[in-house]
């Protein structure tokens, strides 16, 4: 009898040779790939809550790469590939030069129109060639939060940058807006404060929480 969870890993094993093809070809056997991949499918299928609002796809790539990475650290083999070396380097070059014109930073989709790449790749190749993401908030008692992303390897990077976007996007879009404004645009806390219309005591309080709420959930 075929059930839910197999017709849902049926539809998606699309997804896992479309991710198992991007390691194709460095130093472990596809078929492996393949299978460590539908590891973390299952896994996606199993831990999946549709109550959160967010995409199957979308919570599935950092638990299929996951699995994958792990192939790659017990081998030693790990590596990106030429093409996102160059997708990451024209899209560095981009930002640069749309951040003198506009005075911000330009989203993925801004940057992959601008490169004429695609937003996936795009992403993967920031997310994969990008110094660790470190979201960092002083208040004026001198307390500071932090949450870094490790950097073991560039999968590893990877991986991680997924599950953090991954969990920024299940945040409500007040919150979200917050913390694209401070860390993505890089705007003071107290330019947020005006664009969202409160104060910068505010915003120190507010951001304060949220980077609590992102820590724990990726912990």
Known sequence: MTTTRDVTASENMGLVHSIAQRFKGRGIEYDDLVGAGCVGLVKAIDRFDESRGLCFSTYAVPLIMGEIKGLFR???AVRVSRSLKDIALKAS?????????TGREPSVSEIAQGIGADAEHT??????????????VSDDA??????????????????????LYQELSTLP???????????FRELTQ???????????????RREKKILKKLKDKLS
């Open 74 to 76: 017990q081998s030693g």
């Open 93 to 101: 070059r981009f930002t640069e030069e749309y951040k003198k014109r």
């Open 123 to 136: 992403a993967e190749a920031l997310c994969a060639c990008r110094q660790p993401l470190s979201l960092t």
């Open 142 to 163: 001198d307390e500071e939060t932090q949450l870094d992303i490790p950097t073991e390897s560039q999968e590893e990077r990877l991986s991680e940058n997924l599950s």
């Open 173 to 183: 879009s007040n919150e979200r807006e917050i913390i694209e404004l401070r860390y």
């Open 190 to 204: 107290s330019q947020t404060a005006r664009l969202i219309g409160t104060s910068q005591v505010q915003i120190s």
